[in-house]
């Protein structure tokens, strides 16, 4: 299972998602952490601490795939 988790900088929020979920976009490309996008961890454990490190004000599950 990949977990992936989505950086909004401009509404300072990450959301955790599942592989599957039909948010993640199939064409997701690796941008810089630091300027937000789609990044994908290969555990959950991993993908919480990313959140953390994140910096983000707001941190959520995603309602659809519900990490
Ligand atoms: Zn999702």
Redesign the pocket.
């Given at each position: 299972m990949v977990y992936w988790i989505h950086i909004a900088r401009s509404i300072d929020r990450v959301t955790l998602?599942?592989e599957k979920?039909a948010?993640v976009p199939s064409n997701a490309i690796r941008t810089d952490f630091w300027e937000g996008g789609w990044f994908d961890y290969p555990t959950k454990e991993r993908a919480l601490a990313a959140m953390e490190q994140a910096g983000t004000t707001y941190q959520k599950n995603?309602p659809?795939?519900k990490p």
């Open positions: 998602h599942k979920c948010e995603c659809l795939c």
